[in-house]
């Protein structure tokens, strides 16, 4: 990965950035984070990668569900302040459907019309997603479509697998355990379907 | 920021916008044995590339790892299993034993299921090969209008790659370029003579090249129109092994195809056999020849190495050895040790353990400040193990089982 130009608003978003760390982050240039081997740039570098590398596995990981017709909602609970850049990132790529991601303290809506972003930062989840329904008059029952693709994925993601090039080791490093719980992914962790072997190759 | 009831207000006014909203296809009812056996048909084809400029690209996005370590980022299928090719060593055969029942989707149904994926961010776009059918032309018409609806009506903006089958008409290859992200034909063998071990059915030269010539031809005469099409460009697959050619031959041909077909790149897939297959008791191509062929393209497009030097990779036979081939060539070449202070960026790439990346930092690097230890070189992403034989710092260098026997 290289160190984007917009690397502050990268560090900005790390959960333990400080408003000095900031400013003095705020005379460095791309370059100097590149090559200088200073151990105050080398952690600012360090940070803009865990923020950089979150921020794409949490667009790569979390999965949306529909919620009737104008609503995709999902969980997520990132370890830095991603919230808002992530909501937003869906809300473009579906634009004219409200966003939905959060936890159990809090979440974030965004909706996309005419490539104008809109924003709203809730508490939980749940509670977001009964304040969308009462807003858009949907019932419980109605607002479901019925439409499992999950399971249609799941059948499609075990035909992906070659059995002779199983890579356990590769798998991991690429879906570590941290990232795929921060986006509330349960698909690939199949113990029903693990054999001995699987525990025992590590 | 604005209030919840104001954004939900907002979206409902979407359905009044021109495109309107991207709104939720209808239920879907998919078969999940043709889901299933329309997938296995493509999991050895591969597509490392998610580029689409119709949105943000997202470098090298992967939904999902399977098992085996390898990205699953698009919505890779068959359209039909139905194939009336020969091909050895494919499971979609007519001459396999063990053919599973033969399955086909309807362009809406397909669209369908990839838009799905696709809202829920399962995956960034489709891959759609297929088998033959009875007419290549027909199966190729319906995946040109799955590809067509996916864009047209459901105002899908993701990536598409479209398989051109062999033989196909130079029609339906000019629409699937035009709707398609990338397109590509395999050419499965290094040869005619190697195709011919393989697949009796198909003509190499006819069915293959001469169809990646008609999509090369497009792609030049419209590279001066406003709007640039296939994005992506076209690929191509190989079969390692299969039909027993050289690693030099597999070679030679991916050069022809980079120089003469102007394809992005080429794609390996080291030969395993399938059951029911005429290849079925062949022996499987190990992992790591596809691995190493993927190293010396690496060396190729991205190292910018000559093919003069990188045939000095290949052993008397014309096959690599399980072994980096950059070491390969680096012993053969670098008798001196180099300065990393004065060398030149190509002669940085030349060093095993420097890449392209960190031969960039060395070079920012030294305009500030000279070089004076290894340690530096170590925390600019070099891999000082490799490269340390090949470097000389500050005039010391360290000590190789040559200089004793010297």
Redesign the interface.
Same mark, same amino acid.
Do not use: W
């Given at each position: 990965m290289k160190i984007p130009e917009n690397f502050l608003y990268y560090l900005s978003r790390h959960e333990d950035c400080s408003e000095r760390l900031l400013a003095r982050a705020g005379h460095l240039r791309t370059e100097d984070l590149e090559v200088s081997q200073h151990l105050e740039v080398a952690r600012i570098k360090k940070m803009v990668y865990a923020v950089m590398g979150e921020a794409h596995r949490m667009k790569a990981f979390v999965r949306l569900s529909y919620l009737g017709t104008c609503v995709l909602y999902g969980f997520f609970k990132p370890r830095h302040r991603i919230g808002e850049h992530i909501c937003d990132h869906f809300a473009r790529r579906n634009a004219g459907i409200i966003v939905v991601l959060g936890n159990g303290s809090e979440s974030w809506i965004s909706l996309c019309r005419e490539g104008r972003v809109w924003r709203d930062h809730g508490r939980g989840l749940n509670e977001s997603l009964e304040r969308l329904k009462s807003a858009l008059h949907c019932s419980e029952d109605g607002c479901e479509d019925g439409c499992d693709v999950e399971g249609l994925w799941q059948v499609y993601y075990d035909s992906q697998y070659c059995p002779e090039r199983k890579n356990l080791q590769a798998f991991r490093r690429q879906m570590p355990r941290r990232d795929q719980e921060a986006a509330g992914l349960r698909l690939v962790q199949k113990k029903k379907n693990a054999s001995l072997e699987d525990f025992l190759c590590d | 920021?604005?209030?919840?009831?104001?954004?939900?207000? !907002?979206?409902? $006014?979407?359905r009044f916008?021109s495109? +309107?909203?991207?709104?939720?296809?209808a239920? !879907?009812d998919?078969d999940?044995e043709k889901?299933?056996?329309l +997938?296995?048909g493509?999991?050895?084809d591969v597509c490392a590339s998610t580029f689409s400029p119709r949105?943000?690209p997202?470098p090298g996005?992967?939904?999902?790892?399977?098992?085996? +370590?390898?990205?699953?980022s698009l919505?890779?299928?068959l359209y039909t299993n139905h194939c009336t090719h020969q091909c050895s060593y494919c499971t979609n055969a007519v001459n396999c034993s063990r053919k599973a029942k033969a399955f086909s989707y309807t362009p809406k149904e397909l669209a369908r299921?990839t838009i799905?994926?696709y809202?829920?961010?399962?995956i960034e776009g489709l891959f759609l090969s297929s088998g033959a059918g009875r007419d290549e032309d027909n199966v190729m018409e319906k995946m040109v209008e799955t590809a067509r609806l996916l864009r047209q009506k459901f105002a899908f903006s993701g990536y598409i790659h479209l398989k051109v089958l062999p033989g196909a008409s130079q029609t339906h290859i000019q629409e699937a370029v035009e709707l398609a992200d990338r397109v590509s034909i395999n050419l499965e063998a290094a040869s005619a003579s190697h195709m011919n071990e393989i697949c009796a059915t198909k003509n190499y030269e006819s069915d293959i090249l001469q169809r990646q010539r008609y999509i090369r031809d497009m792609l030049s005469e419209t590279s001066h129109a406003a709007q640039t099409i296939l994005p992506a460009g076209q690929t191509t697959q190989l079969v390692v092994g299969a039909a027993g050619e050289s690693d030099e031959e597999i070679f030679k041909r991916v050069l022809y195809e980079y120089k003469e077909i102007g394809v992005r790149r080429a794609y390996y897939s080291a030969f395993?056999p399938q059951r029911g297959t005429f290849f079925e008791n062949k022996k499987?191509q190990p992992?790591w020849r596809e691995h190493r062929l993927y190293q010396m393209d690496w060396l190729y497009r991205i190292y910018h190495f000559q093919p003069g030097e990188m045939r000095h990779a290949f052993n008397e036979s014309g096959f690599l050895a399980n072994a980096d081939p950059k070491m390969a060539i680096a012993r053969e070449f670098m008798d001196k040790p180099l300065d990393p202070n004065t060398a030149t960026f190509p002669q940085l790439l030349r060093v095993p353990g420097i890449g392209p990346?960190s031969a960039?930092?060395i070079v920012?690097?030294r305009k500030?400040q000279p070089i004076a230890a290894k340690a $530096?070189l170590a925390?600019?992403g070099v891999r000082i193990k490799r490269a340390a034989p090949f470097l000389k710092i500050n005039g010391w260098r360290d000590t190789t089982l040559e200089m004793w026997q010297a």
């Open positions: - | 920021m604005v209030t919840l009831e104001k954004i939900a207000h !907002l979206a409902e $006014e979407c916008d495109l +309107g909203p991207a709104r939720s296809p239920v !879907l998919v999940a889901l299933r056996t +997938g296995e493509t999991r050895h949105e943000t997202l996005i992967c939904h999902a790892f399977t098992q085996d +370590g390898r990205c699953v919505f890779k299928t299921i799905s994926l809202r829920s961010n399962y395993s499987a992992l990346r960039e930092r920012a690097y500030r $530096e925390a600019m």
